[in-house]
């Protein structure tokens, strides 16, 4: 993820300028005017996900504004999905207006004008028009409407913006690609969800939308013992022979995933310095293995050591004495 703009490199007189020219190149042209000071702070990342591009982004009191003049000027074509992470963010397009808070979302294109009053944080996605499986005139339905960002798809959606700009560091070009397809298949889920309009969306783009559901189900349930395919399935209402079917799709097992989730989990905590001092067989119990023998079998067959060597091992490397000195 790259820094196309901080208002710590310029005077403040100059800032608001420097983050017009930033906008212009990384989004589209707009205008900007700050509120309530001459000073403009704030801050701007991008990173590209194939055809996707996802920012993230602070900033002080600010209105946009695109005009038709600044639309002749360039338009992408491009569809964005704005996601506050904190303060309150208003639009208004195609007559209609919204104000936007977290836990939620909302949607606009570059090729209709615009106007906007935000401030705090955000993540946006943009990506062309033309990627969307849906026509423009039925996602024109759902321009500045507020959509929910805290249950079903579209809190998938937040979730993905979220990892993907929170752990950019760990992705190699080959899963920035990946990354790209599957927050398309999540944003054109999302729309179709708020169209009622499910079937106009692919079949292979609705399988990954669900394989990234039930694999966002699995990881936020990794503690619960009682987590079983038959459940996922259930929870996702589809057959448990499904279920298998999307898994083998993506070169997986269910079984085996959630197994080494939790394995993963438990390897990460018990490097921790912070949790030297839990139990192993709390940190264990915390990711699903409630019999302590069951979990130091599984461990030693998936790391080669036993989980009480594997930690001493872990804690005695120079980075995590330092780490935890500090």
């Excluded at 002080?60 to 963010?89: A, F, Q, W």
């Excluded at 130091?296 to 989980?307: E, H, L």
């Amino acid at each position: 993820m790259e820094r196309v703009f901080d208002s710590k490199d310029f005077t403040g007189q100059e800032a608001l300028a420097a983050w017009t020219e930033a906008a212009r190149r990384a989004v589209m042209p707009k205008t900007f005017r700050a509120v309530d000071s001459d000073v403009f702070s704030g801050w701007f990342d991008e990173m590209s996900l194939g055809p996707v591009r996802v920012s993230s982004m602070a900033y002080s009191s600010i209105t946009t504004s695109r005009t038709p003049k600044l639309i002749r000027v360039s338009d992408p074509e491009c569809l964005h999905i704005v996601v506050p992470r904190s303060g309150p963010h208003f639009i208004e397009q195609n007559r209609r207006s919204t104000l936007v808070r977290p836990g939620e979302l909302v949607i606009f294109g570059s090729s209709r004008p615009f106007e906007s009053y935000a401030i705090g944080k955000a993540m946006l996605m943009q990506f062309p028009f033309s990627l969307l499986p849906l026509s423009a005139r039925r996602v024109d339905q759902l321009v500045a409407c507020r959509l929910p960002g805290d249950r079903g798809i579209g809190q998938l959606l937040v979730d993905y913006l979220a990892r993907v700009t929170d752990n950019h560091a760990y992705y190699t070009p080959p899963d920035m690609t990946r990354l790209g397809t599957i927050g398309l298949d999540l944003a054109a889920a999302v729309v179709a969800h708020h169209l009622e309009r499910e079937d106009e969306v692919p079949a292979d783009s609705r399988q990954r939308a669900l394989y990234a559901r039930v694999t966002s189900f699995i990881q936020e349930h990794l503690g619960d013992p009682a987590l079983s395919v038959d459940g996922i399935a259930a929870a996702h209402h589809i057959s448990v022979r499904s279920l298998h079917r999307l898994f083998q799709a993506h070169g997986a097992s269910v079984r085996a995933s959630i197994r080494e989730q939790r394995l993963e989990r438990c390897r990460r905590d018990l490097g921790d310095p912070v949790q030297r001092h839990l139990p192993i067989r709390a940190i264990a119990a915390r990711w699903g293995y409630l019999r302590p023998a069951d979990f130091t079998r599984a461990f030693r067959s998936a790391y080669g050591a036993a989980p009480v060597d594997y930690r001493h091992q872990a804690l005695q490397r120079p980075s995590t004495r330092k780490s935890s000195r500090t």
